[in-house]
C-alpha cells in the first residue's frame, strides 16, 4: 500500500509538472522524440514526460516589423534611401518553425531584393508619385513568397522616401517656385475679381443715380402737375364764389327792390370809378345825359334815402 500510495503521488507531481495551459493568442509547437508532433492551440494540455517538449511557442497576433533604410536606384540612376514597415502574422506555426532558419532576417532580405527590383524600373518622379502602386505591388510579392513560411502578409508601407541631399534641395526650389507662382496667379485673380467688382459697384451706383434721377424728375413733374391742378381748383373755386356773390347781391337788390334813383345813384358812383380809370373815352347812359333828370333824380334820393334804409334794415 505504501508502495502504491507512493507511485500514486509521483505520478500526480510528474502530471502536474507536465500540465501546460497555452494562453489566447498562442500556440505551441510539439516535438516527441525529437519529430514534429502536433500543435496546441490555446486551452489545457498533458505532455508525455520525457517523451513530448515543447519545440517554439509562437505567437498568433499581428506582428510589426520595421525595416531600416535600404539604399535603392532608380530607373534613372537617382539612388534613394527607402525605409518600409511590413505587417504580417503566423498562420501555420508547423511551417514557420520548419520553412525558415530566422524568418524575420529573411523577409527583411527579401523585401529590400523586392524594393530595388520594384524601384528599378521607375523613374524618380514616378516612385514619388506611386507610393500606393510600390506598396500594393511590394505586398503582393512578399505574400506570395512568405506562404511556404507559414506567414501571411497584411499590408507593406514605405515610411520614407529620401533622395539625395542635391535632389532635395532642387525639389524644395521648384516647390517654392510652383508656391510663388501659385501665389502670383492667386494674387492676379485676387486683383482682377477686385477690378470687376469695383466696375460693377460703379455701374450699380450709375444706375442707382438714373433710376434716382428718373424718380426725382417724375415726383417734380407730378408736384407741377399737382400744384397746377391746385392752383386751377382755386381759381376756379374764386371765381364759383364770385359769382355766388355776385347772384346773391343780385338776390338781395331784388328782394330789396331798389328805386329807380338809388339805381341811377349807382350809375353815378359807377360813373365817377370809370372816370378815375386809365380809359380815355367814357361813355354815358341815355337816362342821365338830361340834367333835369339828374337833378330830379338826386332830390329824390336825398329825400327817400332814410326811409329806404330803415326798409333794408327791418
Same mark, same amino acid.
Given at each position: 500500500?505504501?508502495?502504491?500510495?507512493?507511485?500514486?503521488?509521483?505520478?500526480?507531481?510528474?502530471?502536474?509538472?507536465?500540465?501546460?495551459?497555452?494562453?489566447?493568442?498562442?500556440?505551441?509547437?510539439?516535438?516527441?522524440?525529437?519529430?514534429?508532433?502536433?500543435?496546441?492551440?490555446?486551452?489545457?494540455?498533458?505532455?508525455?514526460?520525457?517523451?513530448?517538449?515543447?519545440?517554439?511557442?509562437?505567437?498568433?497576433?499581428?506582428?510589426?516589423?520595421?525595416?531600416?533604410?535600404?539604399?535603392?536606384?532608380?530607373?534613372?540612376?537617382?539612388?534613394?534611401?527607402?525605409?518600409?514597415?511590413?505587417?504580417?502574422?503566423?498562420?501555420?506555426?508547423?511551417?514557420?518553425?520548419?520553412?525558415?532558419?530566422?524568418?524575420?532576417?529573411?523577409?527583411?532580405?527579401?523585401?529590400?531584393?523586392?524594393?530595388?527590383?520594384?524601384?528599378?524600373?521607375?523613374?524618380?518622379?514616378?516612385?514619388?508619385?506611386?507610393?500606393?502602386?510600390?506598396?500594393?505591388?511590394?505586398?503582393?510579392?512578399?505574400?506570395?513568397?512568405?506562404?511556404?513560411?507559414?506567414?501571411?502578409?497584411?499590408?507593406?508601407?514605405?515610411?520614407?522616401?529620401?533622395?539625395?541631399?542635391?535632389?532635395?534641395?532642387?525639389?524644395?526650389?521648384?516647390?517654392? /517656385?510652383?508656391? !510663388?507662382?501659385?501665389?502670383?496667379? $492667386? *494674387? @492676379?485673380?485676387?486683383? #482682377?475679381?477686385?477690378? +470687376? &467688382?469695383? =466696375? %460693377?459697384?460703379?455701374?450699380?451706383?450709375?444706375?442707382?443715380? /438714373?433710376?434716382? !434721377?428718373?424718380?426725382?424728375?417724375? $415726383? *417734380? @413733374?407730378?408736384?407741377? #402737375?399737382?400744384?397746377? +391742378? &391746385?392752383? =386751377? %381748383?382755386?381759381?376756379?373755386?374764386?371765381?364759383?364764389?364770385?359769382?355766388?356773390? !355776385?347772384?346773391?347781391?343780385?338776390?338781395?337788390?331784388?328782394?330789396?327792390?331798389?328805386?329807380?334813383?338809388? &339805381?341811377?345813384?349807382?350809375?353815378?358812383?359807377?360813373?365817377?370809378?370809370?372816370?378815375?380809370?386809365?380809359?380815355?373815352?367814357?361813355?354815358?347812359?341815355?337816362?342821365?345825359?338830361?340834367?333835369?333828370?339828374?337833378?330830379?333824380?338826386?332830390?329824390?334820393?336825398?329825400?327817400?334815402?332814410?326811409?329806404?334804409?330803415?326798409?333794408?334794415?327791418?
Amino acid at each position: 500500500m505504501i508502495v502504491l500510495l507512493v507511485l500514486i503521488a509521483i505520478f500526480i507531481v510528474v502530471l502536474l509538472i507536465n500540465a501546460k495551459i497555452v494562453p489566447q493568442s498562442y500556440a505551441y509547437v510539439i516535438e516527441r522524440i525529437g519529430q514534429y508532433h502536433t500543435t496546441w492551440e490555446s486551452g489545457f494540455h498533458i505532455a508525455i514526460p520525457i517523451l513530448d517538449r515543447i519545440s517554439k511557442k509562437i505567437s498568433l497576433k499581428e506582428q510589426v516589423i520595421d525595416f531600416p533604410p535600404q539604399p535603392v536606384i532608380t530607373k534613372d540612376n537617382v539612388t534613394i534611401s527607402i525605409d518600409s514597415v511590413v505587417y504580417l502574422y503566423i498562420v501555420d506555426p508547423k511551417l514557420y518553425v520548419y520553412g525558415v532558419e530566422q524568418p524575420k532576417v529573411a523577409i527583411e532580405n527579401l523585401t529590400a531584393t523586392t524594393l530595388r527590383n520594384i524601384i528599378g524600373d521607375m523613374e524618380l518622379d514616378q516612385t514619388l508619385t506611386s507610393r500606393d502602386t510600390i506598396n500594393t505591388e511590394l505586398r503582393s510579392i512578399l505574400d506570395e513568397a512568405t506562404d511556404p513560411w507559414g506567414i501571411k502578409i497584411n499590408r507593406v508601407e514605405l515610411k520614407n522616401i529620401m533622395p539625395p541631399k542635391e535632389i532635395q534641395d532642387a525639389m524644395e526650389r521648384q516647390m517654392k /517656385a510652383e508656391r !510663388e507662382r501659385r501665389e502670383a496667379i $492667386l *494674387r @492676379a485673380e485676387g486683383e #482682377k475679381r477686385s477690378a +470687376v &467688382l469695383v =466696375a %460693377e459697384g460703379n455701374k450699380e451706383s450709375m444706375i442707382l443715380n /438714373a433710376q434716382a !434721377e428718373k424718380e426725382a424728375v417724375v $415726383l *417734380r @413733374a407730378d408736384a407741377a #402737375k399737382k400744384a397746377r +391742378v &391746385l392752383q =386751377a %381748383e382755386g381759381e376756379a373755386e374764386a371765381i364759383l364764389k364770385i359769382k355766388q356773390a !355776385e347772384a346773391q347781391g343780385i338776390t338781395f337788390l331784388e328782394e330789396s327792390k331798389p328805386t329807380s334813383a338809388i &339805381l341811377q345813384l349807382r350809375s353815378y358812383e359807377a360813373l365817377e370809378k370809370v372816370a378815375n380809370g386809365k380809359s380815355t373815352k367814357l361813355i354815358i347812359p341815355s337816362e342821365i345825359q338830361n340834367l333835369t333828370a339828374v337833378a330830379a333824380a338826386l332830390k329824390e334820393t336825398v329825400v327817400d334815402a332814410p326811409p329806404a334804409a330803415d326798409k333794408a334794415a327791418n
